[in-house]
């Protein structure tokens, strides 16, 4: 499975930014898909991601602000990010599973075998 980013950059606060990602290698339906981030000097966290049944699942700092949706482009991954605060700056990564997860677990970065290389999203 290969992941591929795109759609960070610098942007104000209060600012949006929509993230891309293109998978291949694996058929789409059959991996479990989210979206990551990963600050200097702190660990990789869980964004937002899909689970088996098609259900999203936020971190709770994301407080409404990101949604996550499978592009109308054929295997795309997208993570629209609104009201973004310096906070939000980071690696943002994709990344995708064969495990079947559900429910909140679907935030687990372990729980991820595949992964891109990241895109950076910088608020100030």
């Known amino acids: 499975v290969q992941l591929v980013e795109s759609g960070g950059g610098s942007v104000q606060a209060g600012g949006s930014l929509r993230l891309s990602c293109v998978v291949s290698?694996?058929?789409?339906?059959?991996?479990?898909m989210g979206w990551f981030r990963q600050a200097p000097g702190k660990e990789r966290e869980g964004v937002a991601a899909?689970?088996?049944?098609?259900?999203?699942s936020y971190a709770d700092f994301v407080e409404g602000r990101f949604t996550i949706s499978k592009g109308t482009a054929k295997n795309t991954l997208e993570l629209q990010m609104n009201s973004l605060k310096p906070e939000d700056t980071a690696m943002y990564y994709c990344?995708?599973?064969?495990?079947?997860?559900?429910?909140?677990?679907?935030?687990?970065?372990?729980?991820?075998?595949?992964w891109g290389q990241g895109t950076q999203v910088t608020v100030s």
């Open positions: 290698g694996y058929p789409y339906l059959n991996v479990r």
């Open positions: 899909f689970d088996s049944g098609g259900i999203a």
């Open positions: 990344a995708a599973s064969l495990l079947h997860m559900l429910g909140s677990s679907v935030l687990e970065t372990n729980r991820y075998k595949y």
